[in-house]
């Protein structure tokens, strides 16, 4: 599914033991610094995180955090400090946040009002602006929603989306194991296959 013309480069990562991270920052900064690139895009809270730490500090760096991770746990405790505290840190050293919602361009501009923020619209009307249907002809249109089903990703707020277009679309969630606590049944109220 990728273009030929894109050279994918796979980094030494395979699970998140510290030393693998530190062997993966430095293959990030090798890889890097000859290539000189006109930009980088780090997406995830996890790539924003290591790509602060290993870009040269004079490439242009774009932030999609893609759900940030202090949602997950519960305002004022360790990890909601720890974990926004980690993305206060990386708004300060990227050149752009590229949102992919609205909600999430309002979470950027609370944890880091100084941060310069974009919203790259997905075409979900109830987030941003409607985009061109993209559905080529003779297939039926399907939402496909991928990552772990947790508090971040807003479960209750997709299956509303989603229930709103189900005579036009079908729709299935891809991922791992719901996050403990996390409410599946309004998406499969909705219809989404899980």
Not at 13 to 36: Q, Y
Not at 79 to 95: C, D, L, N, W
Request: hydrophobic share 45%; aromatic share 4%.
């Amino acid at each position: 599914l990728v273009d030929p013309a894109v050279r994918l480069v796979e980094l030494p990562w395979r699970t998140r033991a510290l030393g693998e991270e530190v062997r993966a920052g430095l293959a990030l900064r090798r890889l890097i610094a000859p290539m000189r690139p006109d930009v980088v895009h780090l997406h995830s809270s996890f790539a924003g995180m290591l790509g602060v730490l290993a870009c040269p500090r004079a490439v242009p760096l774009v932030y999609s955090p893609h759900a940030y991770s202090f949602l997950t746990a519960p305002a004022g405790s360790v990890p909601h400090r720890v974990y926004t505290a980690a993305e206060q840190g990386i708004a300060k050293r990227v050149s752009v946040i590229g949102a992919v919602s609205n909600f999430e361009a309002e979470q950027a501009r609370r944890i880091a009002p100084r941060a310069r923020v974009a919203v790259v619209p997905n075409g979900i009307a109830e987030l941003d602006a409607p985009a061109d249907d993209p559905t080529p002809e003779g297939r039926d249109p399907m939402i496909i929603v991928v990552g772990r089903i947790g508090p971040q990703r807003n479960p209750e707020g997709t299956a509303r989306i989603l229930n709103r277009v189900r005579d036009v679309a079908a729709a299935v969630w891809v991922g791992a194991e719901p996050s403990p606590g996390s409410d599946t049944e309004a998406l499969r109220a909705a219809g989404v296959e899980i």
